[in-house]
């Protein structure tokens, strides 16, 4: 009886994830009536203030949050010219952007706010123009069939290009979100996520209801192939282009997905206003769910990770927390130890306290949030 009631008292909580989407449009309005992309929705050019507002919302939150980043505009030599499929302008493609040292701001506020802003890939141009004509998306068709190989690893390959010259200080990103939701997954080596490993991106993000399953996910929100995990994003509670959305979200599964429109105002210098909103109803939100704000995006992942998949079983002294499972779905992509620690909720109570014999304690909080490095694998308690 008395391990039973010490196992409720053991609790793995899950992390907030805020994901924002097609982040770095200069020009935001959709033009895809006129065989441009969608971009963000958002009927005024982006300007600074619109990076300021993803800084402050991360920050004020405690959290470093995922930014899927469009990066055509940010084409300062006009390299896609080369990749005539990834624009709207094909061969003749000149890059929108006429003031660079807009670029070089925005890069500057990126550079400056790293542990908040963690540069995810969302596209070159979010679309595809096959013979010039506009289609979704990028990667994946609309039936999420794969495009050519070739043509992806050039897209690929040109992002590299355009990142190390855009001014952000970064590595090629890790986390790959698919434009459009347009994905697939299940055909191993013949498959995207080869490709992905290969260019260098350890981590997917996205709906895997709307992808094409070749073979179904190894775990309902979680999957792995050729190396790259994959990580279920859930629905967008406001649409993409939603202006100033009002803040809502189930949190029911802890990936929060917007797109940059939604936290924005129409007169940048407003955005604070947009973003305290979404703050105040995410720390509320997240208190009443017992989801905890975490200060690094991949200890997050982690953590959502491990919160699904971990096995909790009792033993005659204790309890032992097995995160085989997870660890198998993080290998390859978390190799940094201090990215791997778990956060457990481990009320003691008068009647019982239990310690920790297996793992490497690192800290505990005043409302009791233990995180702990994992010993190979294994986190054991032991009773008093
Ligand atoms: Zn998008």
Redo the contacts with the bound molecule.
Sequence with gaps: MEVLKCIEKILIPKPLIVVI??VGWWNGRDGSLKNQPFRSGMSRNHDLNDYNALVLLAKSLGIQIVC?FVWCDWDRNDILKELPCSTWMGKNWHVPVSDFSILDKAASIINSNKNHIEIAF?GLG?EFWENGRLARSEFHDSECNMRSSHEIENHFRAAREIIKTSGIDTDFPEIFIP??LKHSFGNGEKGFQRLLKNAGFKIVITSFDKARKYKPPIFEKFTKECKITLIERGASPVK?NCLSADPDFSFDWPVLSL?WTNILHRNSEMNFKIVEKWVTFLQKGAENKGLILLPDIKNSIAQLIYSELAEISQTEKGLIINLEKADDLLSGCFDDPVKKILHVLAENNADLSLYLKKGKLVSVSESGLCSIVPDKKIIEFVFN
């Design positions: 989407e097609d899927g969302h979010h434009p459009a993409w797109h």
